[in-house]
């Protein structure tokens, strides 16, 4: 069956914030020429995680709508308040968006906002694509295996991530309650490098081939190997960090109890803090690769254990 390709864009009033400015949801949506499935993708669920936001508009960009089997929805702003204040939480009330899912229409506002992304986007697709980063400084790069192994390996990153104890409360937590093949992409942060944001972009085509949503082959995945251990380390004592180093280890191997960062006063210049890689074989996962102001409990590094990885 042929349909008429059309392309739609609505802001979602969640409230109206003390000044009078509404709080809204940016919602674009893409119709294709024949039936298909609805895919959604989200961005900026935490406001420092801006790569995403570009990867959604470079989607929306080159998406042929008259190729387009099924429907896309993007919300490149899940969080626009988090976003004006580059933080990973909502500033208003200091919560967490990625944890309090549904969320909730008479609750604190980081749950209004969760439950008009519900009721107006994430009851409203097929498959779900949550993009995520490392934040402000930490770069970052895997993807969460959640309810559809197939679909996360098709994503195509090299590094994949199978919970034992996923977070409650997250986008994908409800998605995947629901029977909604989830995806969680977590990529570049810190400096956004061009080449993790077309990584981002052909992730998702990939996904949409597999899905039949657009013609051409599938790219097979590359060589990937399963994490089921990953040490995320933050440090306890802030100050100035020296990492060991740089962004371009995440995915390589640190071999030993290696010295990862060194932290000291920068009022006396003591050292204050020594973090060592947990593991015998390390694959850097997240690593804060640049000279820089840390505070205590700020994310640091992600160390995945190959011992007891599952290798493809």
């Known amino acids: 069956m042929t349909l008429t390709s059309t392309r739609e864009y609505k802001e979602v009033i969640v409230t109206h914030l003390s000044n009078g400015t509404p709080l809204s949801l940016p919602i674009h949506t893409i119709r294709g020429v024949k039936e298909g499935p609805v895919l959604g993708v989200s961005a900026l669920v935490h406001g420092d995680e801006i790569i995403g936001a570009e990867i959604v508009r470079r989607v929306y960009n080159?998406?042929?709508?008259?190729?387009?089997?099924?429907?896309?929805r993007l919300l490149p702003v899940a969080n626009p308040l988090a976003f004006e204040s580059m933080t990973r939480n909502t500033p208003l009330d200091m919560?967490?968006?990625?944890?309090?899912?549904?969320?909730?229409?008479?609750?604190?506002?980081?749950?209004q906002i969760a439950h008009a992304m519900v009721k107006n986007f994430l009851d409203e697709i097929d498959v779900y694509i949550d993009l995520h980063a490392g934040g402000a400084v930490p770069v970052v790069d895997?993807?969460?295996?959640?309810?559809?192994?197939?679909l996360s390996r098709a994503f195509n990153f090299p590094v994949l991530y199978r919970p034992a104890h996923p977070y409650e409360g997250?986008?994908?937590?409800?998605?995947?309650?629901?029977?909604?093949?989830?995806?969680?992409?977590?990529?570049?942060?810190g400096p956004n490098y061009e080449?993790?944001?077309?990584?981002?972009?052909?992730?998702?085509?990939?996904?949409m081939r597999k899905l039949?949503?657009?013609?051409?082959?599938?790219?097979?995945?590359?060589?990937?190997?399963?994490m089921t251990e990953i040490a995320s380390i933050r440090p306890m004592q802030g100050?100035?960090?020296?990492?060991?180093?740089?962004?371009?280890?995440?995915?390589?191997?640190?071999?030993?109890?290696?010295?990862?960062?060194?932290?000291?006063?920068?009022?006396t210049f003591e050292e204050l803090e020594v973090i060592r890689a947990p593991f015998q074989r390390n694959l850097v996962i997240l690593t804060r690769g640049l000279?820089?102001?840390?505070?205590?409990?700020?994310?640091?590094?992600?160390?995945g254990n190959l011992d007891t990885a599952e290798e493809k």
């Open 142 to 150: 895997y993807v969460y295996i959640q309810n559809d192994e197939e």
């Open 291 to 303: 000279f820089n102001k840390v505070s205590p409990g700020d994310y640091g590094f992600m160390l």
């Open 62 to 72: 080159r998406l042929n709508e008259s190729e387009l089997s099924g429907t896309v």
């Open 195 to 207: 080449k993790d944001i077309e990584r981002g972009v052909e992730g998702i085509f990939n996904c």
């Open 170 to 189: 997250t986008t994908a937590t409800y998605t995947v309650e629901k029977g909604i093949p989830s995806i969680t992409v977590e990529v570049g942060g």
């Open 239 to 267: 100050g100035i960090m020296v990492p060991e180093f740089d962004f371009n280890s995440v995915g390589t191997v640190i071999e030993g109890n290696q010295v990862l960062a060194r932290t000291y006063n920068p009022r």
């Open 95 to 111: 919560n967490n968006l990625n944890r309090v899912f549904p969320g909730d229409k008479n609750g604190w506002v980081t749950d």
């Open 212 to 226: 039949n949503m657009l013609p051409g082959a599938v790219i097979p995945p590359p060589e990937q190997v399963v």
